[in-house]
């Protein structure tokens, strides 16, 4: 290790480490931060015996919000400036998408509107949401009727031009943004869209092969929010979507699609993340000291299915050549205590600071 001088201070900086954390579960739980983050942050700012700094990155599953806003919630959680140059959530990937499907896609999930602005913000030009599809067609889903404010900011699909009815609309993509707070009618829409003929809204297929791909941003069946117990997540909606296709088309197989830990693509655009990170913020260049790339990256995270299962891989696939990624499962959110986790990470500790502290350790 060769301390460098920090690009805006003169705090020593380390060259060939850094962390990626998992958010909920780790720093945070129901939207209060964990006790001990905000100490585990002060300690890697260079609140620690050796007097360095340490890189960090985020790399949550969750999303809903703009990059921007999860930064400044989290700021105010953790006590600190959390700066959208070290930020990746779950759908921060599908901005890449949004060149290849330039005509109608759904947006579902999250709070009000604010996924179709997200999706809009990434470059998508015709983010439809289900609420548009209820507006038009309200028998869509028997049992869910619109709020007065969700009426008035769904959009007007049959009042386009050239449309005269929902099957003039053709969906190229479904994405699933952020959590469903309505699961039954986005089930029965997206389910729809699924078994319709190439995507056009109100038909059926008679072969159920040509739905248009359907995208979740994770697959996590279970997170770790304010209840004492472990809550359904995102992956779970992912499994009824699949089970229910097939149920409903004489046993007919849905291929979906998910972003997100543990794809070892997630971790990879977190490490091009990181070392642009490392870059602008410390001065950092990748392949100083001994160790290449970014030398060894501490990823905690309380999932062991995503975060310990992803970060595994992608050590395997850096090799011993490329970063390394070293795995700690902490006990403060998703994996409980006394269990085996069924992927195994590097190092099992209590919380985030004790997690801080043995990559510190390691390291000096
Ligand atoms: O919906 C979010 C959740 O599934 C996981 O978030 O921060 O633990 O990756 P995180
Ligand atoms: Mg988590």
């Known amino acids: 290790f060769t301390p460098m001088a920090d690009q805006d201070s003169n705090d020593d900086v380390a060259d060939n480490f850094a962390f990626a954390f998992d958010i909920d579960g780790v720093l945070v739980r129901g939207g209060k931060p964990?006790?001990?983050?905000?100490?585990?942050m002060k300690v890697l700012n260079g609140e620690n015996e050796y007097g360095i700094k340490v890189p960090y990155i985020f790399l949550t599953n969750g999303g809903g919000k703009s990059e921007s806003e999860r930064c400044a919630d989290l700021s105010q959680q953790l006590e600190l400036e959390v700066s959208e140059g070290q930020f990746i959530c779950g759908h921060t990937p599908m901005r890449e998408l949004s060149s290849r499907y330039s005509g109608s896609v759904l947006v579902v999930g999250g709070e009000g509107e604010k996924c179709r602005q997200v999706a809009e913000t990434y470059g998508f030009r015709d983010v439809i949401t289900p609420g548009d599809i209820l507006k038009a067609n309200a028998s869509t889903?028997?049992?869910?009727?619109?709020?007065?404010?969700?009426?008035?900011a769904s959009r007007d699909l049959l009042s386009r031009p050239g449309v005269g009815k929902l099957s003039d609309i053709v969906i190229e993509a479904v994405f699933v943004f952020a959590d469903s707070r309505d699961w039954a009618s986005d089930l029965q829409i997206i389910l729809d869209i699924a078994q319709s003929k190439g995507g056009r809204l109100e038909t059926r297929s008679e072969t159920f092969d040509e739905g248009p791909p359907i995208f979740f941003s994770h697959n996590d069946v279970l997170w770790s929010a304010a209840h004492e117990h472990v809550r359904l997540g995102?992956?779970?909606?992912r499994k009824i979507v699949e089970t229910v296709f097939e149920e409903t088309t004489g046993g007919k197989k849905l291929?979906?699609?998910?972003f997100g830990k543990p794809q070892v693509g997630?971790?990879?655009f977190a490490e091009?993340?990181?070392q642009k990170w490392r870059a602008e913020k410390h001065g950092l260049v990748a392949g100083r000291g001994e160790k290449r790339?970014?030398?060894?990256?501490?990823?905690v995270g309380d999932t062991p299915e995503s975060d310990i299962r992803g970060t595994n891989a992608m050590d395997e696939k850096s090799g011993r050549e490329g970063t390394e990624w070293y795995s700690i499962l902490v006990k403060t959110g998703v994996y409980q205590e006394g269990t085996e986790p069924r992927f195994k990470?590097?190092?099992l500790v209590g919380n985030v600071l004790d997690a801080v502290n043995h990559g510190i350790r390691r390291e000096m």
């Open 293 to 299: 790339g970014v030398g060894t990256v501490y990823f």
């Open 266 to 268: 997630t971790f990879e």
């Open 345 to 347: 990470p590097r190092k």
């Open 234 to 237: 995102m992956g779970a909606l």
């Open 272 to 274: 091009r993340l990181l």
């Open 34 to 40: 964990i006790p001990e983050a905000i100490e585990a």
């Open 141 to 152: 889903a028997p049992f869910r009727k619109l709020t007065p404010a969700e009426l008035s």
């Open 255 to 258: 291929t979906t699609y998910a």
